[in-house]
């Protein structure tokens, strides 16, 4: 499952994560599966699971200052390599 069925609006309102079984979650639904991802963050890909609400307002609160806490890291901090790939 892609992002083939979202508005173009809609693909650019928040951050979303494929897992590998096709489900898309979006904004602090995202979290938890990003966190699996990992590899140590299964410990806080659980602690995101069990409190949804505090989740989607922390991804809230850092996407309304995305724009200084990127001046605040550097454009390297959210540069991504292409020629990367994860297997």
Known sequence: RSLDDLPPDGRLD???????????????????????????????????????PLMEAAYRAVAKRRTSIGRLLGTDACAVDPSHTRS
């Open 14 to 52: 928040s951050w979303h994560v494929i897992t590998p079984d096709g489900r898309r979650h979006s904004s602090g639904a995202a979290v938890g599966p990003a966190l699996e991802a990992l590899p140590a963050g299964r410990p806080l890909a659980r602690l995101a699971k069990v409190a949804p």
